[in-house]
């Protein structure tokens, strides 16, 4: 279990030791997790239209799914996965990923499901360098999937597609 980092000095977050670390990876880290948690509130309201799906945990949400059949118990670990990715920024001051972790993340996620058309866990550091521009690709590839595979199960439980763009009449 992940514990948060407590042996921090004031001086180390005003200079910017720990804050700004990573800001980068955690800003693509929290849009996704933001996507992601966004669709299973979508898909649970489905079957529950009120608030207080909101003031459930994130593994509370991806249980909920689980039990009413909306996901597989393998996407409920895929998904915790990447929550607990995404708890790492969080919760663990200083807390730093590299390309090989996010390697292991991909891999993590595609032996629970979900589907990485390009396979990208499987390449060695040299090859995500090269065919995903290092690390940052590599998350994006990360999120693109897991957003997607979310996407498709809100569909396939009658719930919105998210993959047509809707056309909307703007006045001028």
């Known amino acids: 279990m992940r514990k948060p980092s407590r042996d921090v000095q004031l001086d180390d977050i005003i200079a910017g ?48 799914l689980v039990q009413q059949g909306y996901i597989l118990s393998a996407d409920k670990s895929a998904f915790d996965r990447f929550n607990d990715f995404r708890n790492d920024f969080a919760h663990i001051f200083g807390h730093r990923v590299t390309l090989e972790y996010a390697l292991a993340l991909a891999r993590d ?26 690390f940052f690709g590599v998350l994006e590839e990360i999120g693109w999937n897991i957003l997607y595979h979310a996407a498709y199960n809100l569909r396939e439980r009658g719930g919105r597609d998210i993959f047509e763009a809707e056309t909307r009449d703007v006045e001028p």
């Open 109 to 134: 996620l595609e032996a629970l499901g979900i589907d990485f058309s390009d396979s990208v866990g499987s390449y060695s550091e040299a090859e995500a360098t090269e065919y995903y521009g290092g």
């Open 17 to 64: 030791q720990w804050i700004g670390v990573d800001s980068d990876a955690l800003a693509i880290a929290l849009k996704i997790h933001l996507a992601l948690e966004a669709i299973l509130i979508e898909m649970i309201r489905l079957f529950q239209p009120d608030d207080k799906i909101y003031k459930l945990s994130f593994p509370q949400k991806t249980e909920k």
